[in-house]
């Protein structure tokens, strides 16, 4: 099939997308229900299946450089080895093939680009259940959720990438006439210019433990939706997921008549890393990132050759100044702190409250009363086994757990983390939230992210003071989310001033079915790109645009 | 005034500016031609008078920080002190003052910025004939080049910068309804949401001696229109053009309501530049640069801290490969090799022909002799000395100087640099171009910028040589422009691959009154990006983009 039926196929979907991208209400083209009647009667089976026959072999994907030997050693959460192993890196290899792809794939222009990118979606998402247990069983998600995250919501976010990278390039005419009058007596000067978009050159994405698809499908599809070869190194804990993503990129280039090696998988060794040598490579021009501050940081200032966008930590907040709803706000949170055991960049860390308390619909509540509230409803959320591991899903990384002992010697414990058996993995690390009470002068602890099940709530000198500290822990650290709770007006106006000058996104008096944690494609720029927790905003124009460059063929008219 | 009356007054402008901007053919608002007709009968007289009244006196602006003293020592190219000082800079009350005037810029909205920008850019254009007499004064352009690339040109690039930025935040929307369907038995999950797009912060523009305005008014009018306070840093060799921009800039900003602080001057002081500090501080977070290739690298280099905009130095190149209109050729080089004795970022240094000759439409011509066609046409054209004297300009640093008698030991002069007496200014410094013959394998010679009115000659193995030469030059070295002649389309099609391997704009067989070294605001992207001459085009989506930044206020809906 040419890239040009692609094209055909999805152009409705791309032009849905673009719409979605303006007006950025709720949309989405992948159905986030694991239904038969969505995804096939024996959708589910198959995926399950299919999961089981990549275990304990080698992952079937021919490209330069393979036969130098293999790399793998990922194991479930939920207490299993995968067994899989993937073709060791031969970098000169690999760099040279993705520049030898680079041509062709420029040269295709955008609109074939997105066709291409968006079959691959297409397909991606009919693997949905293979990739949801992929997901699940690296990092350690419930199968619910790494359906969702790992599956829709990260196609969402790969598809628009792609629109957004469309839009960008599509705003610039692929030819235009010059011509300047010279007065009347003479005839107007004529130039005939055309515009070709050129890719920065060979990109590279480098995956996460926890989302390695919703974080690695915007760099992914941004990269190669502009013209850029993308090499992908999955964190070595989650390959497996960002493996099958570049089997099936491959499969649908090579159908399209591109070189399947415009998309390259490089399997990390956590014995011999390849990170910093394959990003600081001269060949390399553009790097995505998610992970840690310091590696973060590090990709910043020492890929002077490539643009780099990174997320990295932060550590995120709440304020609860006031409410009318105590126990929305407290289930709220309860789901919040709870979801994959706050393995997540979005998911709150500390929850600032005044230390005389807050007013509620029932009346005054005092610090310790919020406190409180808040343990209950996380222990009666994960009171029921069966939803409890659904939500929390297993630890993927056993720093978390160290973590956790270290966060009961950091104040008084208002609710501590316990392990819970799973009744389908018995093997499988599962732990509920731990809540620390500090007070304000505990700066340093909670100015550190600490990543994992771990909240803590922090007793402030007011709601005002609560809302400046949260602010400048932000400003010195950053944040994805920002969460408040008041029924003040002046104190939301000052909130939403500080999350202004402090640029987070915020959310008000979240009480319903929505979470601060959540972040919908289309419509929420995951990230602002303006405090430390990361340079961009998925997906924005900043992100897309500087990922190719316009370069012009002027030629004088006749 | 307030900025909703600017806004109505220049909205037809903004709307032409942003039509153009995606059609990208002839369009300028601000007229070139220094015409009594459009200008006014007395424009010409008044301007002179204006340019008389500010010398040898203190510049007049009263800034925070104002009275640490003074600097200035501003000299004309054509042969006397301008005589006029500024305010030293008091670094902390700059920055504080811009940092105090960022919330009610930020919260003012696009629109209503991009209302104030056009209106300064009116009263810019009114004041062109001073503008012009300040450009010419300092720059050593001559007066009619001054008040085109000076006054409407620059202006031209400044509105391009503003309505680029505009789009990219027009393209956000204000407000949204996200609204997720959870079944026909439950009411969907509503939630509204606010987008704010908040500026970087403080923006730093850091001016350069030959186009201050040209160069600086991109990075400047990009930076106030979308939200951030800036900070002009003029070379000290040309501080009166953007010093008198400033003005006018913080005259509009007061009667429109905002803190005239939103544009500052900082005069540097080359006896203690200021650079370095001003734009390495953390409240930094935008910088600006056109210059040379080490500070804009050390920029980039050590200002983590804020988003770095460079144009930095290249080595422009044309390839003779042959032509069917040899001397509309060597016309059209004269002129461009000549024009403000090539001392802007776009005259070509490299010229590239087969040492064995080209063909034209008179037959062959040897090396030696298109070597002497380019040198005559150059003779012939600087012959008239009142032409040559308005070409030519004078020259605006000693280091140019130099530079010319260092060529003359670089290889076989073909045609040598003369001074030559300006009738209007006997001490004007006034050069012609010279021309210098080497070898390809002479690398090391032609590979470094060598800024001023000198080009090599380049005697190549072949045409498809001398293309590769030139590509390599732009991988290695940067350019902002490339040229080739040729009437061989497979030649051609290898210029035209090369060029977009190479990331450089090029223009083919230009013979007649346009020039490579020309560049049209709203038409041409000026550099590309995608080459070590520059990191950024002007103005496209990258340019403007990641200047704010969108931050989302999620409520829950009713």
């Known amino acids: 099939m040419s890239a040009e039926l692609f094209v055909a196929k999805h152009r409705d979907t791309l032009n849905t997308a673009l719409e979605a991208l303006t007006s950025r209400g709720y949309w989405s083209p992948y159905p986030e229900m694991p239904s038969p009647r969505v995804y096939g009667e024996t959708a589910a089976a198959d995926g399950e299946t299919a999961f089981q026959g990549l275990q304990n072999r080698p992952f079937d994907l021919d490209q330069p450089g393979a036969g130098e030997g293999r790399v793998g050693g990922e194991r ?32 295709a222009g955008p609109l074939a680009r997105a066709g291409v990118c968006l079959e691959i979606l297409h397909r991606l998402n009919a693997h949905s259940f293979l990739m949801a247990h992929a997901v699940m069983h690296t990092t350690g998600q419930g199968f619910l959720m790494a359906f969702q995250a790992g599956g829709a919501h990260a196609q969402d976010r790969g598809l628009e990438a792609v629109a957004c990278a469309y839009a ?72 497996l997921p960002l493996a099958l993503t570049v089997r099936v990129a491959r499969e649908v280039l090579a159908e399209a008549g591109f070189d399947p090696n415009t998309v390259l998988l490089a399997a990390d060794d956590p014995a011999a890393p390849i990170a910093k040598d394959l990003c600081t490579d001269p060949r390399v021009r553009i790097v995505d990132f998610t992970g840690s501050a310091a590696f973060g940081t590090w990709l910043e200032r020492n890929c002077p050759q490539a643009q780099v966008y990174a997320e990295k930590s932060g550590v995120n907040y709440l304020v609860i100044e006031s409410t009318d709803d105590f126990k929305g706000l407290t289930r709220n949170l309860a789901f919040t702190l709870s979801l994959y055991s706050g393995q997540m960049c979005t998911t709150s860390q ?48 056993p720093d978390t757990l160290a973590r956790i002992d270290e966060a009961r010697g950091l104040g008084r414990v208002v609710l501590d983390s316990r392990a819970v058996d799973h009744p389908g993995f ?73 999350a202004l000058r402090a640029g ?18 289309f419509s929420d720029f995951h990230a602002t790109g303006a405090n430390p927790a990361a340079n961009a905003a998925l997906s924005d124009a900043a992100f897309v645009a500087n990922r190719f460059r316009p370069v012009c063929i002027r030629r004088m008219g006749a």
Chains 1, 2 share one sequence.
């Open 504 to 521: 987070i996104n915020l959310a008000l008096n979240f009480t319903g079915g929505v979470y601060v944690n959540q972040s919908a494609a």
């Open 350 to 397: 500390n929850i600032f409250i005044p230390k005389d308390g807050i007013e509620t619909e029932d009346g005054h509540k005092s610090f310790d009363e919020v406190c409180q509230g808040i343990a209950t409803a996380v222990d009666k959320f994960l009171g029921n086994t069966e939803r409890a591991v659904e939500v929390l899903g297993g630890i993927c990384n």
């Open 168 to 239: 960008e390039q599509a705003a610039i005419p692929a030819s235009a006439r010059w011509e300047k009058p010279q007065g009347s007596k003479a005839p107007p000067l004529v130039v005939d210019k055309t515009w070709h978009l050129v890719p920065r050159g060979v990109a590279v994405v480098v995956g996460c433990a926890t989302f390695p698809t919703w974080n690695g499908y915007p760099g992914l599809f941004a990269s190669l939706a502009t013209g850029n070869p993308v090499i992908v190194k999955p964190h070595p804990n989650a390959t």
């Open 426 to 498: 018995p093997e499988a690390t599962v732990r509920t939230p731990i809540l620390v009470a500090l007070a304000a002068a505990d700066r340093a602890v909670f100015e550190d992210e600490r990543f994992g099940p771990i909240a803590f709530l922090i007793a402030c000198e007011s709601g005002a003071a609560a809302l400046t500290l949260a602010a400048e822990t932000v400003e010195a650290k950053g944040a994805i989310t920002g969460g408040v709770y008041t029924v003040n007006p002046e104190m939301e106006a000052r909130a939403v001033d500080l």
């Open 76 to 107: 479930s959460p939920f207490g299993f080895d995968l067994g899989i192993t993937y073709p060791r890196v031969d970098r000169e290899a690999l760099l040279g093939a993705a520049e030898a792809a680079l041509p062709a794939w420029r040269d």
